[in-house]
């Protein structure tokens, strides 16, 4: 019996996908000067005394830091599921049996988002840490990676997950009706983490 969520693909057989090149995170850790100013500001002066007003800005700066690692490593994950989906489109231009699943005058067709359920759907490993859905939300928010200089500590702490699944909400539902998915038992690729 057919699942109905997933789009019907001519045959039998197995497709194969191109890899999905994962880069690592290539920014080091931020300066902790400029962190520390952003820290500064977010503490408030409440008498305490000036060492442990400097340790609570260590702590929040390292912190923050970490948030921006975060930010980071999602940044790049969704650099690089674009890319492979740019990748994947190209393979189903080039395979006559694909040709057609992603054209919208053909129905039901299948989204860009489809691929992201795809990996999902694959159980993909996101090294544990990485929401795929975030991820590309976050690629898809910022063209570059942004600089420390330009995130908030309010963006680093509370925005950049509901900013990140906004854009992707926002995506992936580009499509006016809900588009069949990619069934993950008929494609197969490769997962390659790039240093």
């Given at each position: 019996m057919r699942d109905d969520r997933y789009i019907e693909i001519p045959g039998s057989g197995t497709h194969e996908?191109?890899?999905?090149?994962?880069?690592?995170?290539?920014?080091?850790?931020?300066?902790?000067?400029?962190?520390?100013?952003?820290?500064?500001?977010?503490?408030?002066?409440?008498?305490?005394?000036?060492a442990l007003l400097e340790q609570r800005r260590m702590d929040l700066a390292l912190q923050l830091a970490e948030q921006y690692k975060g930010l980071m490593s999602h940044w790049f994950w969704g650099d690089s599921v674009l890319e492979w989906i740019r990748q994947?489109?190209?393979?189903?231009e080039c395979e006559g049996a694909l040709r057609k699943l992603l054209h919208p005058d053909v129905w039901p067709h299948a989204?860009?988002?489809?691929?992201?359920t795809l990996l999902r759907e694959k159980g993909v490993p996101a090294n544990g840490v990485v929401?795929?859905?975030?991820?590309?939300?976050?690629?898809?928010?910022?063209?570059?990676?942004?600089?420390?200089?330009c995130c908030s500590s309010q963006f680093l702490f509370f925005l950049n997950s509901p900013v990140a699944d906004s854009a992707f909400q926002a995506?992936?539902?580009?499509?006016?009706?809900?588009?069949?998915l990619l069934p993950p038992d008929r494609f197969h690729f490769e997962v390659l983490e790039l240093n």
């Amino acid at each position: 019996m057919r699942d109905d969520r997933y789009i019907e693909i001519p045959g039998s057989g197995t497709h194969e996908l191109p890899p999905l090149l994962v880069h690592a995170a290539a920014e080091p850790l931020p300066d902790l000067d400029g962190v520390l100013v952003e820290a500064e500001e977010m503490l408030g002066e409440d008498g305490a005394s000036e060492a442990l007003l400097e340790q609570r800005r260590m702590d929040l700066a390292l912190q923050l830091a970490e948030q921006y690692k975060g930010l980071m490593s999602h940044w790049f994950w969704g650099d690089s599921v674009l890319e492979w989906i740019r990748q994947c489109e190209i393979t189903f231009e080039c395979e006559g049996a694909l040709r057609k699943l992603l054209h919208p005058d053909v129905w039901p067709h299948a989204s860009r988002a489809s691929f992201v359920t795809l990996l999902r759907e694959k159980g993909v490993p996101a090294n544990g840490v990485v929401a795929l859905e975030k991820a590309v939300g976050l690629r898809l928010t910022f063209r570059q990676p942004p600089p420390i200089d330009c995130c908030s500590s309010q963006f680093l702490f509370f925005l950049n997950s509901p900013v990140a699944d906004s854009a992707f909400q926002a995506w992936s539902h580009l499509v006016p009706r809900d588009a069949a998915l990619l069934p993950p038992d008929r494609f197969h690729f490769e997962v390659l983490e790039l240093n």
